[in-house]
């Protein structure tokens, strides 16, 4: 029996199996932490790993978005435009203090968007004139219509084009602020753990900015300016000022009216901030009921349209094809019966 036990100890297939188990064990006993007990830690660090890459790509976008402003609005404009603003005096005669407000509530700054914007206030108008005029008297548009009317139309289409320029500045301006006006909450509640954590109203602005950009890149944008402004200004006050006029926003600038407060009183911020999160998460949250009441009237008109004739159908339906068949049927019957 032992001679037996001994051979199968010997035996080389008995050798491989002990060796494979005990290299399957060592393999398991490697890999059950990474499989087991610590799926927090790798759960937190796939967070932490997501969250890098996406303040990485936001950074970038940042960047990208900066780059091609610059380029855009403050890199070098045509010598012709700036000699045609200049010769004319357009900025006295079309120009003034809501013009520069509204292109700083668009993100424009600077004297080269303002130019760009006065000599398209001068040149559309002969640009649409052209046009309109050239559909209504070369392609013989509004043929029924009196000479009139037709001159009208031109003068219409001229008026247009003068005005178009104002037109696209509101309609930017109003997204710019949308995308500020929803992303606000959030960033004051930022900046108001980095105060309380011990930041600096600075370090506070240049945290937030990294942070916010995900949600609205103009926010992100204005924070950073603001956060340049108090580097060099000599007022303080005026870097505060200077936001709450850019952004338009009755929240942003009760927020700059508590930082230039604290500023000049020294009473503490993290206090402020906190009631003023409060407002502007109760204004959100007051703004989404408005919305969601004003539902129902507008859904009156497509319920009408739409889905009441389709339920109609539906119900209705079956009936009418109940009493076409009994029809059907008893008309078959009279002719058999004649």
Known sequence: MFENFMEQIVD??????????????????????????????????????????LRAQQRARLAMESDKRRR???????????SVVERLDLRRALADESTMAKLKMAGFRGQNPLNTFLFFRLVLPFVFLALASAYIFLLNGMPDQPFFIRIFVVVLGAYAGF?????????????????????????L??????????????????????E????????????????????????????YENLASRTGLEAVKSVSQALIQAERYGTPVAQALRVLSADSREMRMNAAEKKAAALPPKLTVPMILF???????????PA???????????????????
């Open 12 to 53: 080389p297939i008995t050798i491989l199996s002990v060796l494979v188990a005990v290299a399957v064990f060592a393999t398991m006993f490697t890999l059950m932490p990474s499989m087991g007990g610590s799926a927090t830690k790798q759960r937190m660090k796939s967070v932490a790993l997501e969250r890098d890459a």
């Open 72 to 82: 855009g609005l403050r890199g070098e404009e045509s010598a012709g435009i700036k």
């Open 163 to 187: 005005y178009a320029p104002v037109l696209y500045l509101s309609n930017a301006a109003s997204k710019r602020r949308k995308s500020i006006e929803r992303a606000f909450p959030d960033a």
């Open 189 to 210: 509640d930022l900046m108001l753990i980095c105060v309380e954590s011990g930041m600096s109203v600075e370090a506070a602005f240049k945290r937030v900015s990294e």
């Open 212 to 239: 916010i950009g995900v949600q609205s890149v103009e926010l992100a944008e204005e924070f950073v300016l603001t956060n340049a402004e108090l580097s060099f200004l000599q007022e303080r006050r005026q870097a």
């Open 307 to 317: 889905f009441l004739p389709v339920l109609f159908i539906v119900i209705l339906g």
């Open 320 to 338: 009418g094809i109940t009493l076409s068949e009994r029809d059907v049927f008893g008309q078959a019957a009279n002719s058999s019966g004649n």
